[in-house]
């Protein structure tokens, strides 16, 4: 499966603009799209050889797929395909990111290394529930704060962030909210979601998003 992602990458970086619809593995099957605000989608799919719970998650600007990565039944980033690289969760984590524990408990902190091809980065912080239950395009959503820091493994700070994002019980996904720079909390980066689509409605599993485009192109950790 990895050797077959990596090659879909490849491919879909040059050629995913001419497309309409995003391709994935034999094997797999397409779950969600989320139009988002801020230029940008995500595609949601899910493959039988995985390990149960397991989803994968293709990020797309306007410039086509800006990574596709896999998270496990808690959230946790397991791998990721960039341009820059693959990229990988080291285990075990000092304090493993848990959606479970979020969603008993309204917290849960976060210590976690990630493999990247220019050294190791670690991330430590929290994400809390606020407490706000919003609805958007008929999606119940769970509203969460967060604060985050990414260290490389000498502690040098290598970047931090605040902000909110969406929950989804039903998806057990994360999804972009509202985000600031702790250098800069007055710019604020809005990519929050706009539409779900399901199989079987117009724009399922595109290739594009449409909110936002052509206006500022989005800003995010992808």
């Known amino acids: 499966m990895t050797r077959i992602l990596t090659a879909i990458v490849m491919l879909a970086f040059p050629m995913v603009a001419s497309a309409q619809t995003f391709a994935i593995p034999q094997g797999?099957?397409?779950?969600?799209?989320?139009?988002?605000r801020g230029c940008l989608m995500v595609n949601v799919w899910q493959c039988?050889?995985?390990?149960?719970?397991?989803?994968?998650?293709?990020?797309f600007g306007q410039e086509g797929p800006r990574s596709i990565q896999r998270v496990d039944a808690e959230f946790q980033w397991v791998e990721a395909y960039k341009r820059t690289g693959t990229e990988r969760l080291v285990v075990p984590a000092p304090d493993p990111a848990s959606l479970t524990e979020l969603l008993a408990n309204g917290l849960d902190t976060f210590e976690f290394v990630i493999a990247k091809p220019g050294g190791d980065e670690r991330n430590v912080g929290f994400d809390a529930l606020t407490g706000l239950e919003v609805v958007i395009d008929g999606e119940p959503l769970l509203q969460t704060e967060f604060e985050g820091r990414t260290l490389s493994m000498d502690g040098t700070l290598l970047g931090e962030g605040t902000g909110r994002q969406y929950v989804s019980v039903k998806h057990r996904l994360?999804?972009?909210?509202?985000s600031w720079d702790a250098d800069t909390p007055d710019e604020v980066t809005d990519l929050s979601p706009v539409a779900f689509i399901y199989p079987g409605e117009?724009?399922?599993?595109?290739?594009?998003p449409t909110f936002d485009c052509g206006v500022v192109e989005s800003r995010f950790a992808g």
């Not at 797999?28 to 988002?36: A, F, H, I, R, Y």
């Not at 994360?174 to 509202?178: K, L, R, S, T």
């Open 28 to 36: 797999c099957e397409p779950v969600l799209t989320v139009q988002q």
């Open 48 to 59: 039988a050889a995985d390990p149960e719970g397991d989803q994968w998650i293709g990020l």
């Open 174 to 178: 994360f999804f972009y909210g509202e």
């Open 202 to 208: 117009a724009g399922f599993f595109a290739s594009k």
